[in-house]
């Protein structure tokens, strides 16, 4: 499941930087594959770190505005944005629907 979140994750790094998600799918990749040191409070706060990527993502939905962000680059990259954004929305409801199971 970490490996869909990074590559989702990768793939919607087209349109923000998200580079929080990001981190905390390598921190959960790094304890899957090698738990030795995993302590109680770092895996606290990796689940913290979660919270505040979501946070962030919804922070950054209610600002974006594709209007503006076309304008800015005489509409090149309309369908890379529409991909983009499309895949931050899905990346954003497998985190939620995971955090929930």
Request: proline share 0%; hydrophobic share 50%; charged share 15%.
């Amino acid at each position: 499941m970490l490996h869909v979140q990074l590559v989702l994750t990768m793939f919607s790094s087209f349109l923000k930087a998200d580079f929080v998600t990001l981190t905390c799918v390598t921190i959960g990749l790094l304890f899957v594959h090698d738990a030795t040191n995993l302590e109680r409070s770092t895996f606290r706060k990796l689940v913290g770190l979660v919270f505040f990527s979501l946070v962030y993502d919804i922070v950054w939905f209610s600002i974006y505005n594709e209007d503006v962000e076309n304008k800015l680059d005489g509409e090149v990259q309309t369908g890379l944005r529409k991909f983009s954004l499309l895949l931050n929305y899905f990346s954003f409801l497998f985190r939620v629907s995971s955090t929930h199971s």
